[in-house]
Protein backbone atom coordinates (compact mmCIF):
# COMPACT_ATOMS: atom_id res chain seq x y z
CA UNK A 1 0.00 0.00 0.00
CA UNK A 2 1.29 3.52 -0.85
CA UNK A 3 1.95 6.38 1.96
CA UNK A 4 0.84 9.71 0.96
CA UNK A 5 3.89 11.19 1.08
CA UNK A 6 5.31 9.46 -2.17
CA UNK A 7 6.39 11.53 -4.61
CA UNK A 8 3.55 9.76 -7.12
CA UNK A 9 -0.04 10.90 -6.03
CA UNK A 10 -1.25 7.75 -3.94
CA UNK A 11 -4.42 5.87 -4.49
CA UNK A 12 -6.91 6.41 -1.64
CA UNK A 13 -9.72 4.20 -2.74
CA UNK A 14 -9.41 1.99 0.45
CA UNK A 15 -9.60 5.08 2.35
CA UNK A 16 -13.46 6.36 2.99
CA UNK A 17 -13.94 9.53 2.34
CA UNK A 18 -17.29 10.08 4.76
CA UNK A 19 -14.87 8.97 7.55
CA UNK A 20 -12.62 11.78 6.76
CA UNK A 21 -15.43 14.40 6.75
CA UNK A 22 -16.69 13.08 9.89
CA UNK A 23 -13.77 13.08 11.79
CA UNK A 24 -12.94 16.73 10.68
CA UNK A 25 -16.78 18.01 11.32
CA UNK A 26 -16.88 18.66 7.47
CA UNK A 27 -19.81 16.22 6.71
CA UNK A 28 -21.88 16.62 3.69
CA UNK A 29 -25.32 16.24 4.22
CA UNK A 30 -26.57 13.01 2.77
CA UNK A 31 -23.23 11.41 2.00
CA UNK A 32 -21.81 10.45 5.65
CA UNK A 33 -23.75 7.42 5.10
CA UNK A 34 -22.72 6.37 1.54
CA UNK A 35 -20.99 3.50 1.00
CA UNK A 36 -17.20 4.94 -0.07
CA UNK A 37 -16.43 2.15 -2.24
CA UNK A 38 -19.94 2.36 -4.20
CA UNK A 39 -19.42 3.18 -8.12
CA UNK A 40 -21.28 5.69 -8.43
CA UNK A 41 -19.66 7.98 -5.52
CA UNK A 42 -16.05 6.71 -6.84
CA UNK A 43 -17.05 8.18 -10.18
CA UNK A 44 -17.28 11.48 -9.20
CA UNK A 45 -14.35 14.22 -10.58
CA UNK A 46 -14.27 15.47 -7.00
CA UNK A 47 -11.87 17.51 -5.80
CA UNK A 48 -11.36 17.83 -1.76
CA UNK A 49 -9.09 20.22 -0.02
CA UNK A 50 -8.15 19.73 3.79
CA UNK A 51 -7.04 22.68 4.33
CA UNK A 52 -6.42 24.99 7.44
CA UNK A 53 -7.53 29.03 6.61
CA UNK A 54 -4.61 30.44 8.51
CA UNK A 55 -1.61 27.92 6.67
CA UNK A 56 0.23 29.72 4.39
CA UNK A 57 0.86 27.35 1.99
CA UNK A 58 -3.15 26.26 2.57
CA UNK A 59 -4.15 29.95 1.32
CA UNK A 60 -1.75 29.74 -1.83
CA UNK A 61 -3.46 26.30 -2.75
CA UNK A 62 -6.81 27.83 -2.42
CA UNK A 63 -5.76 30.77 -3.99
CA UNK A 64 -4.79 28.85 -7.02
CA UNK A 65 -8.12 26.65 -6.96
CA UNK A 66 -9.61 30.27 -7.38
CA UNK A 67 -7.73 31.32 -10.06
CA UNK A 68 -8.60 28.75 -12.20
CA UNK A 69 -12.06 28.48 -11.00
CA UNK A 70 -12.07 25.00 -10.27
CA UNK A 71 -14.86 23.48 -8.00
CA UNK A 72 -13.96 22.13 -4.85
CA UNK A 73 -15.10 20.97 -1.48
CA UNK A 74 -13.17 22.42 1.50
CA UNK A 75 -12.58 20.78 4.92
CA UNK A 76 -11.37 22.79 7.32
CA UNK A 77 -8.55 21.13 9.47
CA UNK A 78 -8.56 23.32 12.43
CA UNK A 79 -4.49 23.69 13.59
CA UNK A 80 -5.87 25.39 17.23
CA UNK A 81 -7.60 22.21 18.17
CA UNK A 82 -4.92 19.73 17.03
CA UNK A 83 -7.10 17.87 14.10
CA UNK A 84 -3.95 17.72 12.07
CA UNK A 85 -2.90 15.52 14.83
CA UNK A 86 -5.50 12.98 14.65
CA UNK A 87 -4.79 9.77 13.29
CA UNK A 88 -7.79 10.13 10.77
CA UNK A 89 -5.38 13.00 9.18
CA UNK A 90 -2.11 11.27 10.20
CA UNK A 91 -3.05 8.21 7.44
CA UNK A 92 -3.78 11.15 4.75
CA UNK A 93 -0.11 12.83 5.88
CA UNK A 94 1.97 11.37 8.16
CA UNK A 95 3.62 14.78 8.46
CA UNK A 96 0.57 16.42 9.87
CA UNK A 97 0.40 19.26 7.80
CA UNK A 98 -1.68 21.18 5.50
CA UNK A 99 -2.78 21.20 3.01
CA UNK A 100 -3.95 17.87 1.23
CA UNK A 101 -5.84 17.27 -1.46
CA UNK A 102 -7.96 14.45 -2.96
CA UNK A 103 -9.00 14.17 -6.53
CA UNK A 104 -10.46 10.54 -7.82
CA UNK A 105 -8.48 7.69 -6.41
CA UNK A 106 -5.38 10.31 -5.54
CA UNK A 107 -3.96 11.72 -2.29
CA UNK A 108 -1.29 14.61 -2.39
CA UNK A 109 0.08 15.72 0.39
CA UNK A 110 2.76 17.91 -0.71
CA UNK A 111 2.23 21.69 -1.29
CA UNK A 112 4.77 21.74 -4.26
CA UNK A 113 3.08 18.04 -6.06
CA UNK A 114 -0.43 19.65 -5.28
CA UNK A 115 0.28 23.08 -7.56
CA UNK A 116 1.82 21.39 -10.16
CA UNK A 117 -1.48 18.27 -10.22
CA UNK A 118 -3.84 20.83 -10.41
CA UNK A 119 -1.56 22.65 -13.77
CA UNK A 120 -1.53 18.99 -15.41
CA UNK A 121 -4.84 17.73 -14.84
CA UNK A 122 -7.35 20.77 -14.59
CA UNK A 123 -6.69 22.26 -17.98
CA UNK A 124 -8.69 23.68 -20.73
CA UNK A 125 -10.87 26.54 -22.40
CA UNK A 126 -12.14 28.22 -19.40
CA UNK A 127 -9.59 27.00 -16.88
CA UNK A 128 -6.44 29.37 -16.31
CA UNK A 129 -3.32 28.68 -17.18
CA UNK A 130 -1.41 29.30 -14.43
CA UNK A 131 1.76 28.08 -15.15
CA UNK A 132 3.10 28.56 -19.41
CA UNK A 133 4.51 26.17 -21.53
CA UNK A 134 8.08 25.13 -20.95
CA UNK A 135 10.40 26.81 -23.34
CA UNK A 136 9.19 29.95 -22.96
CA UNK A 137 10.79 33.30 -21.78
CA UNK A 138 7.65 33.42 -19.72
CA UNK A 139 8.10 29.89 -18.48
CA UNK A 140 11.64 30.69 -16.92
CA UNK A 141 10.57 33.65 -15.49
CA UNK A 142 7.49 31.70 -13.41
CA UNK A 143 9.77 28.96 -12.33
CA UNK A 144 12.67 31.71 -11.36
CA UNK A 145 9.91 33.62 -9.10
CA UNK A 146 7.92 30.80 -7.91
CA UNK A 147 11.21 29.09 -6.12
CA UNK A 148 12.51 32.45 -5.01
CA UNK A 149 9.27 33.29 -3.52
CA UNK A 150 8.36 29.80 -2.04
CA UNK A 151 12.11 29.54 -0.56
CA UNK A 152 11.38 32.47 1.80
CA UNK A 153 11.12 31.11 5.72
CA UNK A 154 7.49 32.43 6.15
CA UNK A 155 7.22 30.32 9.47
CA UNK A 156 10.01 31.99 10.92
CA UNK A 157 8.52 35.09 9.65
CA UNK A 158 5.67 34.59 11.14
CA UNK A 159 6.83 32.39 14.40
CA UNK A 160 9.49 35.61 15.03
CA UNK A 161 6.99 38.58 14.52
CA UNK A 162 4.29 37.00 16.90
CA UNK A 163 7.28 36.57 19.55
CA UNK A 164 8.65 39.70 18.75
CA UNK A 165 5.94 41.99 18.32
CA UNK A 166 8.53 44.85 18.83
CA UNK A 167 9.93 44.67 15.13
CA UNK A 168 6.89 45.22 13.69
CA UNK A 169 4.23 47.85 12.62
CA UNK A 170 0.20 47.37 13.06
CA UNK A 171 0.42 44.03 13.23
CA UNK A 172 -3.32 42.04 13.33
CA UNK A 173 -2.07 39.50 15.82
CA UNK A 174 -3.01 40.13 19.24
CA UNK A 175 -0.85 40.48 21.92
CA UNK A 176 -1.99 37.09 23.54
CA UNK A 177 -1.00 35.08 20.73
CA UNK A 178 2.55 36.01 21.81
CA UNK A 179 1.90 34.62 25.78
CA UNK A 180 0.53 31.59 24.16
CA UNK A 181 2.85 30.83 22.34
CA UNK A 182 5.30 31.13 25.11
CA UNK A 183 3.70 29.51 27.26
CA UNK A 184 3.37 26.32 24.82
CA UNK A 185 7.21 26.58 24.14
CA UNK A 186 7.47 26.84 28.33
CA UNK A 187 5.51 23.29 28.17
CA UNK A 188 6.74 21.26 25.19
CA UNK A 189 8.48 18.64 27.22
CA UNK A 190 5.57 18.44 29.55
CA UNK A 191 3.04 18.03 26.64
CA UNK A 192 5.29 15.73 24.89
CA UNK A 193 5.34 13.48 27.70
CA UNK A 194 1.60 13.69 27.58
CA UNK A 195 0.77 12.33 23.75
CA UNK A 196 -0.96 8.78 23.79
CA UNK A 197 -1.28 7.46 20.72
CA UNK A 198 -2.22 3.72 22.21
CA UNK A 199 -4.78 3.02 19.93
CA UNK A 200 -2.65 3.69 16.90
CA UNK A 201 1.05 2.91 18.11
CA UNK A 202 2.32 3.19 14.44
CA UNK A 203 1.73 6.93 14.31
CA UNK A 204 3.57 7.41 17.86
CA UNK A 205 7.06 7.83 16.03
CA UNK A 206 6.87 10.10 13.67
CA UNK A 207 4.50 12.00 15.61
CA UNK A 208 6.94 12.65 18.58
CA UNK A 209 9.97 13.13 16.09
CA UNK A 210 7.39 16.27 14.62
CA UNK A 211 6.85 18.11 17.79
CA UNK A 212 10.13 17.47 18.84
CA UNK A 213 11.44 19.34 15.14
CA UNK A 214 8.70 21.91 15.54
CA UNK A 215 9.71 22.98 19.00
CA UNK A 216 13.39 23.37 17.93
CA UNK A 217 12.04 25.81 14.96
CA UNK A 218 10.19 27.70 16.89
CA UNK A 219 13.14 28.07 19.58
CA UNK A 220 15.25 29.16 17.07
CA UNK A 221 13.00 31.50 15.29
CA UNK A 222 12.41 33.05 18.63
CA UNK A 223 16.52 34.32 18.53
CA UNK A 224 15.98 38.16 17.38
CA UNK A 225 19.11 38.26 15.81
CA UNK A 226 18.28 35.90 13.80
CA UNK A 227 14.90 37.10 13.03
CA UNK A 228 16.73 40.52 12.18
CA UNK A 229 19.15 38.57 9.68
CA UNK A 230 16.30 36.91 7.96
CA UNK A 231 14.35 40.69 7.59
CA UNK A 232 17.31 41.71 6.29
CA UNK A 233 17.26 39.33 3.48
CA UNK A 234 13.93 39.58 2.39
CA UNK A 235 14.73 42.96 1.56
CA UNK A 236 16.88 42.36 -0.65
CA UNK A 237 14.75 39.77 -2.31
CA UNK A 238 11.47 42.60 -2.47
CA UNK A 239 14.18 44.88 -3.87
CA UNK A 240 14.90 42.03 -6.79
CA UNK A 241 11.44 42.00 -7.15
CA UNK A 242 10.78 45.90 -7.24
CA UNK A 243 13.92 46.41 -9.64
CA UNK A 244 11.83 43.10 -12.09
CA UNK A 245 8.48 45.07 -11.77
CA UNK A 246 9.93 48.20 -13.48
CA UNK A 247 11.34 46.01 -16.04
CA UNK A 248 8.51 44.95 -16.78
CA UNK A 249 6.95 48.79 -17.39
CA UNK A 250 9.74 49.04 -19.86
CA UNK A 251 9.57 46.22 -21.17
CA UNK A 252 5.54 46.63 -22.05
CA UNK A 253 6.04 50.41 -22.68
CA UNK A 254 3.11 51.69 -24.72
CA UNK A 255 1.61 48.25 -24.67
CA UNK A 256 -2.25 48.61 -23.25
CA UNK A 257 -2.26 45.63 -20.82
CA UNK A 258 -2.10 44.88 -17.18
CA UNK A 259 1.60 44.64 -16.00
CA UNK A 260 2.28 41.72 -13.67
CA UNK A 261 5.76 40.17 -12.38
CA UNK A 262 6.60 38.54 -14.96
CA UNK A 263 4.85 39.87 -18.51
CA UNK A 264 1.36 40.80 -19.53
CA UNK A 265 -0.15 37.68 -18.51
CA UNK A 266 -1.30 36.49 -14.42
CA UNK A 267 0.88 33.65 -13.10
CA UNK A 268 1.89 31.68 -9.96
CA UNK A 269 4.57 33.94 -9.63
CA UNK A 270 1.93 36.63 -9.10
CA UNK A 271 -0.39 34.54 -6.82
CA UNK A 272 2.66 33.73 -4.24
CA UNK A 273 3.73 37.12 -4.68
CA UNK A 274 -0.03 38.12 -3.69
CA UNK A 275 0.07 35.44 -0.66
CA UNK A 276 3.37 36.97 0.11
CA UNK A 277 2.44 40.16 0.53
CA UNK A 278 -0.64 39.81 2.26
CA UNK A 279 1.02 37.01 5.35
CA UNK A 280 3.77 40.51 5.34
CA UNK A 281 0.89 42.74 6.16
CA UNK A 282 -0.70 40.33 8.43
CA UNK A 283 2.51 40.27 10.15
CA UNK A 284 3.13 44.11 10.28
CA UNK A 285 5.72 44.18 7.92
CA UNK A 286 4.46 46.29 5.00
CA UNK A 287 5.20 49.69 6.47
CA UNK A 288 8.80 48.65 6.68
CA UNK A 289 9.09 47.45 3.21
CA UNK A 290 6.62 49.11 0.94
CA UNK A 291 3.74 51.26 2.79
CA UNK A 292 6.71 54.24 3.25
CA UNK A 293 7.05 54.79 -0.36
CA UNK A 294 10.35 52.62 -0.72
CA UNK A 295 8.78 50.23 -3.12
CA UNK A 296 6.17 51.71 -5.60
CA UNK A 297 5.92 49.16 -7.89
CA UNK A 298 4.98 46.78 -5.03
CA UNK A 299 2.66 48.80 -3.65
CA UNK A 300 0.94 48.92 -7.07
CA UNK A 301 0.81 45.22 -7.30
CA UNK A 302 -0.75 44.59 -3.90
CA UNK A 303 -3.42 46.92 -4.46
CA UNK A 304 -4.26 45.51 -7.67
CA UNK A 305 -4.32 42.22 -6.78
CA UNK A 306 -5.98 42.58 -3.72
CA UNK A 307 -9.27 43.33 -5.98
CA UNK A 308 -8.98 40.19 -7.64
CA UNK A 309 -11.81 37.93 -7.54
CA UNK A 310 -9.91 35.12 -6.33
CA UNK A 311 -8.48 37.38 -3.56
CA UNK A 312 -11.56 38.72 -1.92
CA UNK A 313 -13.18 34.96 -2.21
CA UNK A 314 -10.33 33.23 -0.27
CA UNK A 315 -8.00 36.38 1.94
CA UNK A 316 -10.97 38.81 2.33
CA UNK A 317 -10.33 41.59 4.33
CA UNK A 318 -6.95 41.37 5.49
CA UNK A 319 -8.02 43.10 8.69
CA UNK A 320 -10.88 40.27 9.52
CA UNK A 321 -8.29 37.66 8.51
CA UNK A 322 -7.53 36.05 12.06
CA UNK A 323 -11.16 36.53 13.23
CA UNK A 324 -12.32 34.33 10.39
CA UNK A 325 -10.31 31.34 11.90
CA UNK A 326 -11.45 32.25 15.45
CA UNK A 327 -14.77 32.25 15.03
CA UNK A 328 -15.45 28.25 13.82
CA UNK A 329 -12.94 27.13 16.28
CA UNK A 330 -15.02 27.92 18.69
CA UNK A 331 -18.21 26.74 17.49
CA UNK A 332 -16.74 23.59 16.87
CA UNK A 333 -15.41 23.56 20.35
CA UNK A 334 -18.16 24.06 21.86
CA UNK A 335 -20.15 21.40 19.51
CA UNK A 336 -17.62 19.00 20.85
CA UNK A 337 -18.24 19.19 24.61
CA UNK A 338 -15.04 19.90 26.02
CA UNK A 339 -13.42 20.01 29.38
CA UNK A 340 -15.10 22.84 30.94
CA UNK A 341 -11.73 24.62 32.44
CA UNK A 342 -10.59 24.32 28.63
CA UNK A 343 -13.90 25.36 26.80
CA UNK A 344 -14.10 28.13 28.85
CA UNK A 345 -10.78 29.39 28.11
CA UNK A 346 -10.69 28.92 24.57
CA UNK A 347 -13.85 30.92 24.65
CA UNK A 348 -12.67 33.45 26.85
CA UNK A 349 -9.53 33.61 24.73
CA UNK A 350 -11.67 34.10 21.33
CA UNK A 351 -13.71 36.38 22.39
CA UNK A 352 -11.54 38.74 23.64
CA UNK A 353 -9.65 37.95 20.18
CA UNK A 354 -13.01 38.92 18.35
CA UNK A 355 -13.26 42.00 20.45
CA UNK A 356 -9.54 42.82 19.71
CA UNK A 357 -9.85 42.70 16.06
CA UNK A 358 -13.77 44.97 15.87
CA UNK A 359 -12.41 47.60 17.58
CA UNK A 360 -9.03 47.71 15.50
CA UNK A 361 -10.82 47.34 12.36
CA UNK A 362 -13.25 50.10 13.20
CA UNK A 363 -10.82 52.50 14.16
CA UNK A 364 -8.57 51.89 11.16
CA UNK A 365 -11.79 52.32 8.66
CA UNK A 366 -13.91 55.12 10.51
CA UNK A 367 -11.48 57.16 12.75
Avoid at 68 to 80: A, F, H, N, T, Y
Amino acid sequence: MATPNNVTPTNCSWWPISALENDAGKSTEGEEHQDPTDPALKSQDRLVLYHWTQSFSSQKVRLVIAEKGLPCEERDVSMPLMEHKEPWFMRLNLGEEVPVIIHRDNIISDYNQIIDYMEKNFTGENVMQLIPEPGSLLHSRVVQYRELLDSLPMDAYTHGCILHPELTTDSMIPKYATTEIRRHLANASTELMKLDHEEEPQLSEPYLSKQKKLMAKILEHDNVNYLKKILGELGMVLDQIEAELEKRKLEYQGHKCELWLCGCVFTLADVLLGATLHRLKFLGLSKKYWEDGSRPNLQSFFDRIQKRFAFRKVLGDIHTTLLSAVVPNAFRLVKRKPPSFFGASFLMGSLGGMGYFAYWYLKKKYI
